[in-house]
């Protein structure tokens, strides 16, 4: 059940960031709902599983709706892994803590893809992509994070999303 509501969100989250969210776009930007997703499991799940989910969402956003296959791979991985190695210091309980993590999550992936982007030779107005388009989206992001933590929370840590216990 728990890969059937993850395979549920991803496939959800890419066909609402693709066509809904379109029409919902605040101060010019939608909310990235993959990298929401991505950072809430790597609060939970620690550094490598973060990682793993980094790159499955990456990899399903770099084929279904980016230009450049790897881009989004690298920078979701990225981001869950750093936001992974603070598992153990965050406490979960708080929702402000997903908000504040997002919002300087979705400045690290911003600034990763227009870093590498730069790398390979698109060229990007720095200060216009910061200022148009990463501080809306980390609001934006933290913003809905407080929408979403409650359930996420609870399926977490008593539903179907709650870490396979070894035997």
């Known amino acids: 059940m728990r890969y059937l ?5 991803l496939f959800g989250s890419l066909v609402l960031e693709s ?10 930007v939608k909310p990235d709902l993959l990298l929401i997703f991505v ?8 550094k490598v599983n973060g990682a793993k989910m980094g790159f ?7 084929l279904f709706v980016s230009k450049f296959i790897g881009l989004n791979i ?13 598992e153990r210091k965050f406490f979960k309980e708080n929702f ?13 992936n911003n600034f990763l893809y227009m870093i ?9 107005a720095i200060g216009a992509f910061i200022w148009d388009t990463t501080i809306p ?10 929408l979403f933590y409650g359930k996420f929370y609870e399926s977490t840590t008593k539903g179907y999303l709650r870490p396979e216990r070894r035997r």
């Open 74 to 86: 690298l920078c979701k991985m990225t981001v869950g892994y750093l936001v992974g190695m603070m």
């Open 96 to 108: 402000l803590v997903p908000a504040f993590t997002l919002f300087f999550a979705t400045f690290v």
């Open 137 to 146: 989206t980390a609001i934006y992001n933290a913003s809905l994070s407080v």
């Open 39 to 46: 950072v809430f499991w790597a609060l939970f799940h620690g």
């Open 116 to 124: 590498i982007l730069q790398i390979t030779g698109v060229d990007y």
């Open 56 to 62: 499955i969402f990456g990899l399903a956003e770099d």
């Open 5 to 9: 509501i993850i395979a549920l969100s």
């Open 19 to 28: 066509t809904l969210l379109e029409e919902l776009k605040v101060a010019g």
